[in-house]
């Protein structure tokens, strides 16, 4: 069925209740998993978004949130060795998150996509968006989405 399964998390409650759904799929089918972490760069300047900072605090933040994420991919892997499921983890920065998994998915060659929605409706819909609706609406790999 499945060889290759990329998981993608914001290492929220809901995203780990995908990682538990995703590497039980993968320990079923014999799959190995990428493990996603995307990590935002910091807004360089007002226009983005950003208040005005020097670079090395913008260096330090950046790093924080890099580690971070190794954190939580940390913990995808060691739930893996648990279940007998071999993780590679991968970090990567990009303020496009949606576009950021659709091409790791890609690149490792996965041929299942796991991650979670938080559900959103309405104004916050429109706010914040959909990351995950997003990737369904472009990816051509099938996208498993738990709630």
Do not use: Q
């Not at 759904?21 to 014999?30: I, K, N, T, W």
């Not at 950046?62 to 954190?71: D, G, P, V």
């Not at 104004?123 to 051509?140: A, D, I, P, Q, Y």
């Amino acid at each position: 069925m499945y060889k290759n399964i990329l998981i993608a998390s914001d290492g929220s409650r809901l995203s780990d209740k995908a990682v538990a759904s995703g590497l039980s799929l993968a320990a079923l089918c014999g799959a190995k998993v990428v493990a996603l972490k995307v990590v935002p760069r910091y807004p360089r300047n007002y226009f983005d978004g950003g208040l005005p900072i020097d670079r090395t605090s913008i260096t330090r933040i950046e790093k924080e949130w890099t580690e971070n994420a190794h954190a939580v991919l940390a913990k995808i892997r060691d739930r893996g060795t648990d279940e007998g499921v071999m993780v590679k983890t991968v970090v990567v920065k990009s303020d496009l998150v949606a576009e950021a998994v659709i091409a790791a998915a890609d690149k490792h060659g996965c041929d299942l996509i796991v991650m979670a929605s938080h559900g959103r409706r309405g104004v916050k819909r429109l706010l914040l968006g959909s990351e995950t609706l997003n990737v369904l609406t472009h990816s051509e790999i099938p996208v498993l989405v738990l709630r």
